[in-house]
């Protein structure tokens, strides 16, 4: 359990990993019981989860979604987040507890939250309603992601006979 003044979180860690908390200088040592593939495997992973936690409750993650597109924008009613991106009807996306959505201007989404997994997996959420197509490059994409084009089709020249 790890609490700080963003939030608190909970981790279940494999029964096979020994974690210990030191708090003189204030330390986490995860220790494995053996060199085996899985323990090295599980020792990794349980440390990362801890660390990102411990960073989670302190600065807190975010992660930044462009709405790219004519027409195409964000707006924040409450604290839910309604995007038109195309449909008939707006979308509207309604965070779960431990997440704040911010929209600072209409084409940017920012997702905030102490859990690293779940901000991902709202912002993988809001992508996936609308993601980036290819010829256009319109929809919802991350901050910095590299939309790869096609070519569309191509003139042959000349009428048909």
């Known amino acids: 359990m790890v609490k700080g003044?963003?939030?608190e979180l909970a981790l279940r860690y494999h029964p096979r990993m020994a974690v210990a908390y030191t708090s003189s200088p204030s330390h986490i040592t995860v220790n494995r019981p053996d060199d085996e593939r899985l323990s090295r495997s599980l020792h990794g992973l349980t440390r990362n989860l801890i660390n990102n936690m411990?960073?989670?409750v302190t600065e807190g993650f975010s992660k930044t979604l462009e709405?790219?597109?004519i027409g195409y924008q964000a707006s924040l009613k409450g604290n839910a987040v309604s995007v038109q991106v195309g449909w008939a009807n707006p979308l509207v996306v309604e965070p779960p507890t431990g997440i704040t959505l911010e929209v600072p201007d209409p084409t940017h989404i920012?997702?905030?939250?102490?859990?690293?997994?779940?901000?991902?997996?709202?912002?993988?959420?809001i992508r996936r309603r609308r993601p980036p197509e290819p010829y256009k490059g319109k929809g919802i994409r991350y901050q910095g992601e590299f939309v790869r084009r096609k070519a569309g089709k191509a003139f042959a020249g000349g009428a048909a006979q």
């Not at 920012?110 to 959420?125: N, T």
């Open 110 to 125: 920012i997702v905030k939250g102490c859990d690293k997994q779940l901000v991902g997996q709202v912002a993988a959420d």
């Open 67 to 69: 709405v790219v597109g």
């Open 5 to 7: 003044p963003k939030g």
């Open 54 to 56: 411990v960073k989670g």
